[in-house]
């Protein structure tokens, strides 16, 4: 079965510093999202991307935050200036035509902000 | 805009007993519904979903959820649990527009004892 896969498991870095989380999403799949969850709340949405842009992003995803589809395959979400705050469990996910009912979820990055 | 309660955190049960857990939503609109869930380790896993039509989903590992449209709720259950069950389980909702993004609940964690 098709997997979404997301690089690294885990990272820590330490304050300050830029991040980069790496998912390649299903071969087929048009749409990409990210999610975030910290430690004992809720999955939160972040952003959507098709067509190499943003469709949507949440209040979560300020000027701290940018998406990119660098090639044909990974899509990755970038942290600059990294917050004690922004430690989090980061799910990449896709979807072929962008309905919520077709997606799939990465297994997940965690990061550690130190 | 929509939210998600799941009202208890943990779940102890043990082996080959049946076990439910809640799930409550708010939605000005129309909802498609999920249940996700976690192994340790692992990303997040789709377990079932309502769509339309029947209000009782059975999905994958013996699990069943049923909509409740006047009490707004999805719970989930299974009649005998594994310890192999034993994972964190998110409900979530989205508009039935099918191209919004999920809202997910805090997450219920079930711990199955032999």
């Known amino acids: 079965e098709p997997e979404v896969t997301q690089t690294p498991s885990h990272q820590v870095t330490q304050m300050g510093q830029e991040v980069i989380l790496r998912c390649v999403p299903i071969s087929n799949h048009l749409y990409f999202y990210w999610y975030r969850q910290i430690l004992g709340q809720k999955v939160e949405f972040l952003v959507s991307f098709y067509n190499n842009e943003i469709s949507e992003k949440s209040e979560i995803f300020d000027d701290q935050f940018s998406v990119e589809r660098p090639d044909g395959s990974n899509f990755t979400l970038k942290i600059r200036s990294t917050k004690l705050e922004d430690s989090a469990m980061y799910f990449c996910?896709?979807?072929?035509?962008?309905?919520?009912?077709?997606?799939?979820f990465g297994s997940g990055t965690r990061l550690t902000v130190v | 805009a929509q939210s998600v309660t799941q009202l208890d955190s943990q779940v102890p049960v043990f082996e080959e007993a049946p076990v439910e857990l809640r799930c409550n939503y708010s939605s000005s609109v129309s909802v498609y519904l999920f249940w996700y869930v976690q192994y340790p380790n692992q990303g997040l896993q789709l377990l079932l979903k309502y769509l339309s039509g029947s209000t009782l989903v059975k999905g994958i590992n013996g699990f069943e959820a049923e909509f409740n449209k006047s009490q707004t709720s999805f719970h989930l259950r299974k009649p005998s649990v594994h310890i192999s069950d034993t994972a964190e389980y998110f409900c979530a909702v989205s508009e039935n527009s099918g191209y919004s993004t999920l809202t997910f609940g805090k997450g219920t964690m079930l711990l199955v004892s032999p």
């Open positions: 996910a896709s979807s072929r035509q962008g309905e919520v009912r077709g997606y799939t």
